[in-house]
């Protein structure tokens, strides 16, 4: 059963570039998709960006040509790249891995704990 861990949230100005990184407790090569998603205070959360085992990706509108979503099955992490950031990007980010079969088993989707992000004006 796979475990995830955000890091790299902080606080930037408006402009500045964060990475984030999530850290696998297991191997995701038979993971197909993994995520990243976002909580703002009083909204809703988000999909930010997905990524799937042959390296496809989505991006919501507001972050494309910003943000860049990619994975390293090698060492269990999943990472976003955040660049030029606006304070409408502050938000609690999640990793998120979605549900997936794997031999015998299936396995529900899970979440990391979150990471804050916050951009000042």
């Known amino acids: 059963q796979v475990q995830l861990v955000e890091s790299g949230g902080g606080l930037v100005q408006a402009g500045g570039s964060l990475r984030l990184a999530c850290a696998a407790s297991?191997?995701?090569?038979?993971?197909?998709?993994m995520g990243w998603y976002r909580q703002a205070p009083g909204k809703q959360r988000e999909l930010v960006a997905r990524i799937t085992l042959t390296g496809k990706t989505y991006y919501i509108d507001s972050v494309k040509g910003r943000f860049t979503i990619s994975r390293d099955n090698a060492k269990s992490t999943l990472y976003l790249q955040m660049n030029s950031l606006k304070p409408e990007d502050t938000a609690v980010y999640y990793c998120?891995?979605?549900?997936?079969?794997?031999?015998?088993?299936?396995?529900?989707?899970?979440w990391g704990p979150g990471t804050q992000v916050t951009v000042s004006s």
């Open positions: 998120q891995r979605d549900a997936y079969c794997a031999g015998p088993g299936c396995y529900s989707a899970a």
């Open positions: 297991g191997s995701i090569v038979n993971v197909n998709v």
